[in-house]
């Protein structure tokens, strides 16, 4: 069974750091995108980073550069994101999803940019939410 499994959510004072982790089973990142998004109450899912498995280029959402980062294990097939000096404005649940790279097309870009749409049209899984919250 094909599964993406988000872990890592939590409550954090602000200033204080988290570190989520997306652990894939029933098929490999080789050839995806893995992106984190994220969706706070009463707003619309929003992009927050992507990395390609492919060439280990990674996006992130302006409002996270410098803060957040993230990465990949590819012997645990399982991709994380270090979220440092976090703000109440990060509260959210969190998702995780992964698209097949496609020809002649930048799919981190596409999918982080468009907040996840596209996701599942590209051979894409997305993962259960994992819930953060952060106190000020």
């Known amino acids: 069974e094909v599964q993406l499994q988000a872990s890592g959510g939590g409550l954090v004072q602000a200033g204080g750091s988290l570190r989520l982790s997306c652990a894939a089973s029933?098929?490999?990142?080789?050839?995806?995108?893995i992106g984190w998004f994220r969706q706070a109450p009463g707003k619309e899912r929003e992009g927050v980073s992507c990395?390609?498995?492919?060439?280990?280029?990674?996006y992130y959402a302006d409002s996270v550069k410098g803060r957040f980062s993230t990465s990949i294990d590819n012997a645990k097939n399982t991709v994380y994101l270090q979220m440092n000096s976090l703000k109440p404005e990060d509260t959210a649940v969190y998702y995780c999803?992964?698209?097949?790279?496609?020809?002649?097309?930048?799919?981190?870009?596409?999918?982080?940019?468009?907040?996840?749409?596209?996701?599942?049209?590209?051979?894409?899984?997305w993962g259960q939410g994992t819930l953060v919250t952060v106190s000020s």
């Open positions: 999803a992964a698209a097949a790279n496609q020809p002649q097309i930048n799919v981190c870009a596409l999918i982080l940019y468009g907040h996840g749409l596209g996701v599942r049209s590209m051979s894409g899984y």
């Open positions: 029933g098929f490999t990142f080789d050839d995806y995108a």
């Open positions: 990395i390609n498995r492919s060439d280990g280029s990674t």
